[in-house]
């Protein structure tokens, strides 16, 4: 019993450590991402004039080739068809909002 138990907690150590190395590389990777992302931030205005503001990058993205709010942007389910499943069968349904 006592061999068991030790096997145990030393799995549940070791659980611990894999876990705490991978919240380590789940923080890097989100930290070189977000670096990167500055970085890319900071070429565009140097190198073509683009305005540097927070809220256009946090609150605009690009759509049919013009930047405008996110909250305007349509979601896939607003305009395109999707599969409803109606009593056991699969149909098409357009979906509007």
Known sequence: ????????????????????????????????????????????????GVPEHNEMVKNKDVYNGQLVPIEEIPTPATHETTTILDEGSAKDEERTP
């Open 1 to 48: 019993m006592a061999k068991a138990t030790s096997a145990h907690d030393e799995a549940m150590s070791e659980t611990i450590q894999m876990e705490l190395e991978l919240n380590k590389l789940k923080d890097y990777v989100l930290t070189v991402h977000s670096q990167s992302f500055r970085q890319v931030v900071h070429q565009a205005v140097l190198l073509y």
